[in-house]
């Protein structure tokens, strides 16, 4: 983590150079399937509130549209064979079936799946894109929440410059988010991660009926 926040008071560092140099980082972690959360809050600590939450939306689109790109073109090569097994993918593959950008919309607001994930799983999915791209507004909950966070925390650290005061910042976000998705997992002995996807069934198919309203009135 330290290597991390050192690269990261690197890049507040640049100047107007910071923001680019920023937005390629989450473009390549979104790639990467890496996480992507941790960027966010550093961007509420580097760039305030409003500004962090801008670039890192503006940043996460560019990255879910080549992460939609990929994942449409290499769907069907062995790279991406451990990924249709995961059951997640296999839910929203199952919800976003046939439906508009509506399913795709309120799945970005849940955060039963992560944003990484499922941008591949939409992408699998083969959805049209302009509905991926519409549905791509329901991360903005989640981006400004992160970004107060990092603004947040970064304020009572403004006063320890360094490293070691950025880890402070984000190891208990990264630790957070570590038990939430203890939680969505569950320990597959235990059977706790059918009960998740059952939930995140249950959740999407009470979605799905409004749609189908929706669209059968259209």
């Known amino acids: 983590m330290s290597w991390f926040a050192a690269l990261l008071l690197r890049v507040g560092a640049l100047g107007p150079w910071g923001p680019v140099l920023f937005a390629l980082l989450y473009i390549t972690a979104a790639v990467t399937m890496a996480p992507a959360f941790l960027l966010t809050v550093a961007a509420g600590a580097l760039f305030g509130v409003w500004k962090g939450s801008a670039l890192v939306f503006v940043s996460a689109l560019i990255g879910?549209?080549?992460?939609?790109?990929?994942?449409?073109?290499?769907?069907?090569?062995?790279?991406?064979?451990?990924?249709?097994?995961?059951?997640?993918?296999a839910v929203v593959r199952h919800a976003v079936a046939g439906q508009g950008p509506w399913v795709q919309f309120l799945l970005r607001l849940s955060p039963i799946v992560p944003y990484v994930l499922l941008n591949y799983a939409l992408g699998l999915?083969?959805?049209?894109?302009?509905?991926?791209?519409?549905?791509?507004?329901?991360?903005?909950?989640?981006?400004?929440?992160?970004?107060?966070?990092?603004?947040?925390?970064?304020?009572?650290?403004?006063?320890?410059?360094?490293?070691?005061?950025?880890?402070?910042?984000?190891?208990?976000?990264?630790?957070?988010?570590r038990r939430h998705d203890c939680r969505q997992h569950g320990d597959h002995a235990r059977g706790a991660s059918r009960n998740r996807a059952a939930a995140a069934e249950s959740m999407i198919h009470s979605t799905r009926s409004p749609a189908s309203r929706s669209s059968c009135a259209g």
């Open 64 to 89: 879910a549209c080549a992460s939609y790109v990929v994942a449409s073109r290499l769907a069907r090569t062995r790279f991406f064979s451990w990924l249709l097994r995961d059951r997640r993918v």
């Open 125 to 177: 999915s083969r959805v049209r894109f302009r509905d991926f791209l519409v549905a791509c507004v329901g991360m903005v909950p989640a981006i400004v929440m992160y970004a107060y966070y990092g603004k947040v925390v970064g304020d009572q650290a403004c006063g320890r410059r360094g490293a070691a005061a950025w880890a402070r910042i984000l190891h208990p976000a990264r630790r957070w988010r």
